[in-house]
């Protein structure tokens, strides 16, 4: 079982960057694939990054090249999301979640955090 919990969100303007984190409980986060989801209002989920186990491999949306970056420290159980240059169309819940990798960049995702607001002003 594990436990993640998303911080790290808020209200910034547009062009301006964040960085989300999300904390796993648990002695096992290296054996987990992560990955970084967003919802924005009245639209599906979707997909944004993912990191392996090791962190050596990364997969990226191809609607955030260039300004979002996945990391992870296994020795904090953290996983991160850096954002830059936000603009409005940014602007949703971002969901943090673990799972194992069924034939890389996919993964089966078993556990969900309960999302982070990110809220972008022009």
């Known amino acids: 079982q594990v436990q993640l919990v998303e911080s790290g969100g808020g209200l910034v303007q547009a062009g301006g960057s964040l960085r989300l984190s999300c904390d796993a409980s648990?002695?096992?986060?290296?054996?987990?694939?992560m990955g970084w989801f967003r919802q924005a209002p009245g639209k599906e989920r979707e997909f944004v990054a993912a990191?392996?186990?090791?962190?050596?491999?990364?997969f990226r949306a191809d609607s955030v090249k260039g300004r979002f970056t996945i990391s992870r420290d296994n020795a904090k159980n953290t996983v991160y999301l850096q954002i830059n240059s936000l603009n409005p169309e940014d602007t949703a819940v971002y969901y943090c979640?673990?799972?194992?990798?069924?034939?890389?960049?996919?993964?089966?995702?078993?556990?969900w955090g309960q999302g982070t607001q990110v809220t972008v002003s022009s």
């Open positions: 990191i392996s186990g090791s962190g050596s491999l990364r």
């Open positions: 648990g002695r096992t986060f290296s054996s987990y694939a």
């Open positions: 979640a673990a799972g194992s990798v069924s034939g890389w960049p996919a993964v089966r995702y078993d556990y």
